[in-house]
């Protein structure tokens, strides 16, 4: 078990490292801030769970504060997904600013019960696992309703955005899945092992598919928030004018 | 158990989106082609589907009266059939171009700033009011014939000529005449 979980770890810090690497010689890194932030965040604390070995003293305690660092980092992906897609459409641009307070609500909430839970001793691993497995479901509400609303309005995405969308999606839902399953099947060890694998196996695939999909970036439809203003702003100039 | 089922469908939504992004193309859309598109829609709508004598040519019962006065049981027989057909078909024909101006609305709703959120609503409910009867009255007409729920039929019809109404004004432009100058411009 050590084994697997170390070689899914060092894994993670692999592509993860790639994908930074790549990002910085296709000059990807400022388009990208927020993302390639949560991706650095995720390197360091990859290459801190990985060098304490599993099983050992401390290594949950680790496991956990690494766990939700890098998950509120990941809503700061959601975060952008909110700016990029709903803001420069004028009728979602209060509904993006209202999603994007519940956000930051959801991670102070969750920043306060974690301390709370990290508080309490004896250490309580099922506690934190609630914790991450309600987060994960509320992303997953997030990421759903910013997809509705994408397809309602047939909102354009470019390649790396939705690259960076789907990979994060697939964590998610993995992570979620595989936590519900976990926390109700605690008797049996096995399913909890199980699950555990799914999902640090989820975050190489997540890897993996932004390795893949940001590698070879097509920037011709990779539209940044101020070209979607531009490109919106001059076709109503252009139906006015028509239309005089 | 119920929180495994909550949670459960919480992430088969997020695989259905996962699914729905991964399939759609990364281009932007083609405004001007739904444009076009709309104003052929519109025009198919408000002339040739639904105009009221049309919708009630196709359910008044005169027609069936002088058929079954006229000719015998087997010709009557056909003509109901075929009439079922054509009614099913225009069914159809109505929901499609209805869908069509919907995908145009939707599409290109974001350069519209005019468009506030009780006329959004209204026509929502319009459009789903319109689609619904629509594949509602099919079913009807299938299993019953031609001649059931006119009433309905004309509900139908009447939503769908507010949402023509709707998009008359913002598609006019698209079938606008060029202007007559009767006087030579001054020099």
Known sequence: MNLVVSALGWSAVVLLSLILGRAYRRRLLRKFKVFYSYIAGDLAGSILVSLVRYGQPGYARWYWIVQFVTLFLGCAVLWQMFARTWLPVLQLRQAARIGQYLLLSLIALAAVRFVVIEAKLPFDNNAFRCLERDCRAAQAVFFTAIVFVIFRYGIPMGRNLKTICIGYGFYVLVSLVALAVSLYATAAGGVEVLCLYSQAASFDAAALIWLIGLWDSGDAFALSRKQTQIRARVQGVRLYYLST | ?187
């Not at chain 2, 507010?162 to 060029?178: H, K, N, P, Q, T």
Request: glycine content about 6%.
């Open chain 2, 1 to 187: 158990m119920l929180q495994l089922i909550l949670f459960s469908a919480i992430g088969v939504l997020l695989f259905a989106s996962l699914l729905l992004l991964a399939r759609r193309g990364s281009g932007a859309e083609g405004v001007a082609q739904a444009l076009v598109e709309a104003r052929q829609a519109l025009t198919y709508l408000q002339t040739g589907l639904l105009p009221p004598e049309i919708v009630s040519r196709f359910f008044a019962s005169e027609d069936f009266d002088f058929v079954a006065s006229a000719a015998t049981p087997a010709v009557y027989s056909l003509f109901y059939r075929e009439r079922q057909k054509i009614v099913i078909a225009w069914l159809g024909q109505v929901r499609l171009q209805a869908k069509t101006l919907r995908r145009f609305h939707l599409g290109a709703a974001r350069f519209y700033a005019r468009l506030g959120l009780r006329s959004e609503l209204a026509l929502a409910v319009d459009f789903a009011s319109l689609l619904i009867a629509c594949r509602a009255l099919q079913v009807l007409v299938y299993l019953a014939g031609p001649r059931v729920a006119p009433n309905t039929i004309g509900t139908a019809a009447a939503a769908g000529l507010r949402i023509c109404g709707a998009y008359d004004e913002a598609l006019a432009f698209l079938s606008a005449r060029r202007p007559v100058i009767d006087r030579p411009i001054a020099s």
